[in-house]
């Protein structure tokens, strides 16, 4: 058990209380799904292995898989939980430049970012350029078109700069 996720459970108080007892009401159902399929393990780890060079931020983080976040991703601490392929998230390939951009958002709000929206537009353009330096620029668009971007308005490339 993780103690960072624990720590976080605790801290919820009673709204912890709520989402254990959701939890122990869906174990029945969940129990059934059995374990996460070694093949996607592979697979995304192959897919992180090819991607790094657009990440280097990364490397830093233990990356997990869970069936119900899909296309998206989510960050804690030196977590990063992505969705499982084939179950909402169609890919290795998406999976793993999910985590890259979850990493690369982790890294860009430590240089500041002032908003959501800011952070977010600005990881998407750093991991953009960075991407097309590392000669993966069709693949990172593969992983970008699936996402709904509208609200987050003009996305300029970042270039590794903290602003």
């Known amino acids: 058990m993780s103690a960072d996720a624990l720590a976080?459970?605790?801290?919820?108080?009673?709204?912890?209380e709520v989402l254990r007892a959701a939890t122990e009401l869906e174990l029945p159902a969940f129990a059934t799904l059995g374990a996460l399929p070694a093949a996607a393990l592979?697979?995304?780890?192959?897919?992180?292995a090819m991607i790094a060079p657009a990440a280097p931020s990364l490397p830093r983080f233990e990356v997990w898989l869970a069936r119900p976040?899909?296309?998206?991703?989510?960050?804690?601490?030196?977590?990063i939980v992505v969705g499982l392929?084939?179950?909402g998230?169609?890919?290795?390939?998406?999976?793993?430049?999910?985590?890259?951009?979850?990493?690369t958002?982790?890294?860009?709000a430590a240089?500041?970012?002032a908003t959501f929206l800011d952070l977010?537009?600005?990881a998407l353009g750093r991991l953009r350029s960075r991407a097309r330096d590392a000669g993966l620029a069709e693949a990172h668009g593969r992983w970008l078109a699936r996402l709904d971007l509208r609200a987050l308005g003009e996305i300029v490339d970042g270039h590794d700069s903290p602003e």
Request: with cysteine; net charge negative.
């Open 8 to 16: 976080l459970a605790a801290s919820a108080g009673a709204i912890a």
């Open 42 to 48: 592979g697979e995304v780890a192959a897919a992180l």
């Open 69 to 79: 976040l899909g296309l998206r991703g989510r960050t804690h601490a030196r977590s």
């Open 85 to 87: 392929p084939g179950l």
């Open 89 to 103: 998230c169609p890919d290795a390939e998406h999976a793993a430049w999910q985590a890259a951009h979850e990493a």
């Open 105 to 108: 958002v982790a890294e860009t």
């Open 111 to 113: 240089a500041g970012a």
């Open 120 to 122: 977010e537009r600005r």
